[in-house]
């Protein structure tokens, strides 16, 4: 089964600064992959998902942008970080039409 | 687009006493159902997937949820809770054909109490 690896766990950035959030998928292939922000007491809001190399849905306009260089990787970044970026953010992979998505262990991101 | 409500945002209960999560979905498609758990500080787990076939389905951990097309809802239910169960617990729903986008409730915090 897959594998889905997220660093750093946590992150303190000061506002302004930019960001680079990375997560790889171990153990599949052409995964289905999604960024998720689950902000302090609320539901989890999706900010991008791609179904291939390169190819990168926007869910929600805002201060961050997403890259897949790899088939396995997905990277979430940020120019000038916001205070409204902070939150708990999660990688999720899917493969296929009709299975769930797992997810990795997630980043604590705290802009200050 | 698809849309998930999750009616309670808290649900208190006593440990050994049954437990119901609502969850209700909108969507113009046809979708499989899921639902989540999530520990503190902690990425999501599956507890249960609504595919196709028998509308009751087992999950891990002892719950069960029933999909209802007609009332669209996909409610997860637990005959005896314990302690272990605290934590919070999302409904998703994912179109069978077109774009793969997984969309989430707000989720529902149980609180088990002793």
């Known amino acids: 089964s897959q594998t889905i690896h997220q660093w750093p766990a946590t992150l303190v950035q000061p506002v302004g600064s930019p960001l680079s959030l990375e997560c790889t998928v171990e153990?599949?292939?052409?995964?289905?992959l999604y960024w998720y922000r689950q902000a302090a007491g609320r539901g989890l809001q999706l900010l991008f998902y791609?179904?291939?190399?390169?190819?990168i849905s926007s869910e929600v306009p805002q201060n961050l942008s997403a890259s897949r260089p790899q088939d396995r990787q997905f990277i979430l970044s940020s120019k000038k970080l916001l205070l409204s970026d902070s939150g708990f953010y999660l990688c999720?992979?899917?493969?296929?039409?009709?299975?769930?998505?797992?997810f990795g262990q997630g980043t604590r991101l705290t802009v200050v | 687009a698809q849309s998930v409500t999750q009616l309670d945002s808290q649900v208190p209960v006593f440990e050994e006493a049954p437990v119901e999560l609502r969850c209700n979905y909108s969507?113009?498609?046809?979708?499989?159902l899921f639902w989540y758990v999530q520990y503190p500080n902690q990425g999501l787990q599956l507890l249960l997937k609504?595919?196709?076939?028998?509308?009751l389905v087992k999950g891990i951990n002892g719950f069960e949820a029933e999909f209802n097309k007609s009332q669209t809802s996909f409610h997860l239910r637990k005959p005896s809770v314990h302690i272990s169960d605290t934590a919070e617990y999302f409904c998703?729903?994912?179109?069978?054909?077109?774009?793969?986008?997984?969309?989430f409730g707000q989720g529902t915090r149980l609180t088990i109490n002793p």
């Open positions: 999720a992979c899917a493969v296929g039409t009709n299975t769930e998505a797992f």
């Open positions: 153990g599949t292939s052409n995964p289905n």
């Open positions: 791609s179904v291939g190399i390169g190819q």
């Open positions: 969507s113009s498609v046809s979708v499989y």
């Open positions: 609504y595919l196709s076939g028998s509308t």
């Open positions: 998703a729903v994912r179109k069978i054909q077109g774009a793969q986008k997984l969309v």
